[in-house]
């Protein structure tokens, strides 16, 4: 139903300062969630899946438009389907006030955002300092000059014992889980190079679409997404999951402050685009005023979509980038390339078209003549992994030495499903009021990186 009041469900919460406490939630109070200004498709997804501790009733607030219709079309899709249906109700308020109106109803105690990036950092230091938990998509920040505003918001959350927290899916990618876990293991991996700039320890590329289908129907993306001033260039938007990816994987459980971070260097390129594919991919006859400052060739829209950081986190040597295309090859999809080079062997994630678009991540020893003495470690690896990812195990590599880690389709969730892994977790941690020691101080390290490496692109 719609009405004048407001809309969504979800989950969100979580500890926003670096002690990372709020009120718990116990089991008598339900999360109730709040929908704020839905603008990108994945404010929808988090309500793919319905949850015990999340009440059916979501408040959305929005000034309305094609992308409030496009973000309810999708919340109904997934309560009509046959399969599991959801059975959220929303409730929305539109108008020019929507943010106020928010703000004074409290008609949640969640509020998911995900939408126009230029807002968002606003969107969360006002939601933070009126009391709500807050369950944001990334980017939080895309440029320098908001940072300090994160900063805020984290600061206010600890006040007032709430949680700020971002949607980090790609750690929920089984490759990725288990490229982090034989990282870990000195036996098979030996220990982490230091690496150069030219040649880092660690190397984590992502590749993109703007024509994709997204829960089997074509994405319809906003004009403001091809607008780097609203959604934020590719440096500072998914170089956030790459950046996070590293930390994560490098330094499990630790706390990284800036301190320990030394950026190296900022790159930017653009993705030109047509009228015909603009009009494919947003459904719009045209480009907007705001993107008259992007074309070139008279009709040509360029975009920075893409970039590239490298910096080093204590010593070792990182670096991430990410391309965006019109659209993928047949057969294909977005994809993900990640290497880890220790000492003994490097752990390769590939996505390509030998692997069928399919992540696949391989184990290849640093000094092929001597590959047979790895194979025992590998063996003792997987053995201590089989309690944590029942029915993994390895094969020979069809790509020279080395071997693949061979893993059951059981795991192969797809991206979509990631969001309702990340809200299980935010629920638990809305359920003790706190986040793990290490979570705040490295979104806060997280995000200086990305705006760092965007101004040193300039």
Request: hydrophobic share 40%; proline share 5%.
């Amino acid at each position: 139903m719609i009405r004048q009041g407001i809309i969504f469900c979800l989950f969100i919460s979580l500890a926003a300062c670096q002690t990372q406490e709020s009120k718990p939630m116990n089991e008598s109070r339900k999360v109730q969630l709040i929908t704020l200004d839905p603008g990108h498709f994945h404010a929808g997804l988090v309500q793919k899946f319905m949850y015990d501790q999340v009440d059916p009733v979501v408040h959305v607030y929005s000034p309305g438009g094609a992308e409030l219709e496009d973000h309810l079309a999708r919340i109904n899709s997934y309560n009509t389907r046959t399969e599991k249906p959801t059975h959220w109700e929303e409730v929305v308020y539109t108008g020019p006030d929507f943010l106020e109106k928010m703000l004074q109803d409290k008609a949640g105690n969640v509020v998911v955002i995900s939408g126009n990036n230029a807002k968002k950092a606003q969107y969360i230091d006002q939601s933070i300092g009126a009391g709500f938990n807050v369950l944001a998509d990334k980017p939080m920040a895309i440029r320098p000059e908001d940072y300090p505003v994160l900063q805020h918001a984290f600061a206010t959350a600890n006040e007032k014992g709430v949680l700020l927290y971002d949607i980090m899916t790609e750690r929920y990618e089984i490759t990725t889980q288990l490229q982090k876990a034989l990282a870990h293991d000195t036996g098979l991996f030996g220990t982490l190079e230091q690496g150069t700039v030219d040649n880092p320890a660690i190397t984590k590329e992502s590749v993109h679409h703007y024509f994709k289908y997204v829960s089997g129907v074509p994405l319809i993306r906003p004009a403001w997404f091809f607008d780097v001033d609203q959604q934020g260039e590719g440096i500072v938007d998914v170089s956030t999951h790459l950046v996070d990816l590293v930390l994560w994987e490098c330094f499990p459980d630790q706390a990284i402050d800036t301190t320990d971070v030394q950026v190296e260097k900022g790159t930017r390129w653009a993705t030109e685009l047509t009228p015909a594919e603009f009009r494919r991919v947003t459904g719009l006859a045209g480009y907007p005023d705001y993107l008259n400052k992007d074309l070139v060739k008279d009709s040509i829209l360029s975009v920075y979509a893409n970039g590239a950081i490298n910096f080093a986190v204590k010593g070792i040597q990182a670096k991430v980038s990410v391309t965006w295309n019109y659209e993928a090859p047949e057969g294909a999809k977005d994809t993900h390339y990640s290497i880890m080079r220790g000492s003994k062997a490097n752990l390769v994630i590939r996505q390509g078209a030998a692997q069928s678009y399919h992540p696949m991540l391989y184990v290849e020893p640093v000094d092929g003549t001597n590959a047979h003495l790895l194979e025992a470690p590998l063996t003792a690896a997987i053995k201590s992994l089989q309690s944590a990812f029942p029915g993994i195990g390895y094969e020979p590599s069809d790509l020279g030495d080395g071997w693949q880690i061979t893993i059951p389709d059981s795991y192969d969730v797809g991206h979509e499903a990631h969001f309702g892994q990340v809200t299980e977790h935010f629920l638990d941690y809305l359920s003790t009021g706190k986040l793990p020691d290490w979570e705040v101080p490295n979104m806060l390290t997280k995000y200086w990186v990305t705006t760092k490496g965007y101004a040193m692109s300039r």
